[in-house]
């Protein structure tokens, strides 16, 4: 997969950590999309390097997916718990 692909997946990988981990976020939307993106690199990025499941080609391989909102979620969580109170 390419860079541009990488991003579309890191922006539904976003929209998805959102959806199971609703609430109010200290970035807003773009914040959201901003990590979700990060998650899905950083998801990869763990899954290749230390799950032995290498990058897939295609868009749609499952493994991918999970390790792309994994990693979203995970970040989203640390963004959360790090700057969640400095929005009052």
Not at 26 to 35: H, N, S
Not at 62 to 72: D, E, K, L, P, Y
């Amino acid at each position: 997969m390419g860079i541009i692909s990488w991003i579309i997946l890191g922006l539904l990988a976003g929209a998805i950590a959102k959806i199971i981990l609703p609430g109010r976020d200290p970035g807003g939307f773009i914040g959201t999309i901003l990590i979700g993106v990060a998650g899905a690199f950083i998801g990869g990025w763990i899954s290749s390097r230390f799950l032995d499941r290498p990058i897939a080609n295609e868009f749609f391989d499952a493994a991918t997916w999970v390790s792309a909102i994994g990693g979203s979620l995970v970040l989203l969580i640390a963004y959360r718990l790090l700057f969640g109170h400095s929005r009052r």
